[in-house]
């Protein structure tokens, strides 16, 4: 992750200029490049392959959009850019730019976020947790497929992770899993995945 900007920008500044480029964020009016790698693309792919196909089996009212852009903050000047989000279809008649753009700023309709670990650990692990959590999203996902996150966030020895965040009141609990451990998504209780299911063929 590096960050580019020369200059301060604002929201608008952001939707006029990188709204269509999938390599960039804003944070606190900085432009960060999220520096994505083709094994993160496949492993972010993979988990909403994974996703889509639960969330069609179980006839949820529930879709991830090709793209889309959060508003964190109303009175923020950051945009986040999650490699995998879930919407709630049955609310986005709520939200004041949706009809006009990919843009979500309520928390309510968003269902599940999920970001793949590159080089921006840090952002993963603390402050989009923070920023998820204020907004009310009920799911985190953090899928550390290099095991790159700092110990104190995935333990010793360093290895691949897959948090999952579950919303209690306006804080998560974080419950952790390795390699051949199935995960346990409240949000969807009957999916069945596994950590080695979204890795890159024959990296692990």
Same mark, same amino acid.
């Given at each position: =992750?590096?960050?580019?900007s020369q200059e301060?920008?604002?929201? &608008?500044?952001? +939707?006029?200029?990188?709204?269509?480029n999938s390599r960039y964020e804003l944070a606190d009016g900085e432009l960060i490049d999220m520096e994505p790698t083709g094994p993160? &693309? =496949?492993?972010?792919g993979k988990v909403a392959t994974q996703i889509g196909i639960h969330l069609v089996a179980e006839k949820l /009212?529930?879709?991830?959009p090709r793209t889309c852009l959060i508003y964190p903050f109303a009175d923020?000047?950051?945009v986040r850019r999650p490699d995998?989000?879930?919407?709630? &279809?049955?609310? +986005? &008649?709520r939200e004041p730019l949706w009809e006009r753009e990919p843009v979500i700023t309520m928390g309510r309709s968003i269902k599940l976020v999920v970001?793949?670990?590159?080089t921006n650990w840090e952002t993963d692990y603390a402050r989009k947790v923070e920023e998820y959590a204020l907004l009310g999203i009920p799911e985190y996902w953090i899928v550390d497929y290099r095991g790159l996150g700092g110990v104190a966030f995935i333990g010793k020895p360093k290895q691949p992770t897959f948090t999952v965040c579950q919303l209690a009141e306006d804080t998560y609990t974080l419950q952790q899993y390795r390699m051949n451990q199935v995960i346990n998504s /409240? +949000?969807? /209780?009957?999916l069945q995945l596994l950590l080695n299911d979204v890795l890159p063929r024959g990296v692990y």
């Open positions: =992750m590096a960050y580019i301060t920008l604002t929201k &608008e500044d952001f +939707l006029s200029q990188y709204q269509d993160h &693309e =496949m492993v972010g /009212p529930w879709f991830i923020a000047a950051t995998v989000v879930v919407l709630d &279809e049955t609310v +986005l &008649e970001e793949v670990v590159s /409240p +949000l969807l /209780p009957r």
